[in-house]
């Protein structure tokens, strides 16, 4: 029932920003975690940055400390991810994905079961 669709993804150039969307429809998400993954060609999905929508608690990974930003709009019900200071590196899709806020992983938004699932933006990054 919960549906998830990204958007923003796009061609930059490094030290170029962007800013990802996903929007959210079919349940309110006060009880839930919000992540942003990304998987390169060959390589295994990786955690980005995650944000209690209660809370408003957030989480990064250390790669994308302090050049991401996760935020959410209630009244839109969307995520956004801010990706300034871009990097080759960055280039993936990108996926925002759901969770409940399991007690057994309170506070550690990088671990759980994430059930809900967009389809990806592509993000590509030149030099």
């Known amino acids: 029932q919960v549906q998830l669709v990204e958007s923003g993804g796009g061609l930059v150039q490094a030290g170029d920003s962007l800013r990802l969307s996903c929007v959210v429809s079919?349940?309110?998400?006060?009880?839930?975690?919000m992540g942003w993954f990304r998987q390169a060609p060959g390589t295994e999905r990786e955690f980005v940055s995650a944000?209690?929508?209660?809370?408003?608690?957030?989480e990064y990974a250390d790669s994308v400390k302090g050049r991401f930003t996760i935020s959410r709009d209630s009244a839109k019900n969307t995520v956004y991810l801010q990706l300034n200071s871009m990097r080759p590196e960055d280039t993936a899709v990108y996926y925002c994905a759901a969770r409940r806020d399991y007690t057994f992983y309170d506070g550690v938004y990088s671990l759980g079961p994430y059930n809900f699932w967009g389809q990806g933006t592509q993000v590509t990054v030149s030099s």
């Open positions: 079919g349940r309110s998400l006060d009880s839930y975690v």
């Open positions: 944000i209690n929508y209660g809370s408003g608690n957030t």
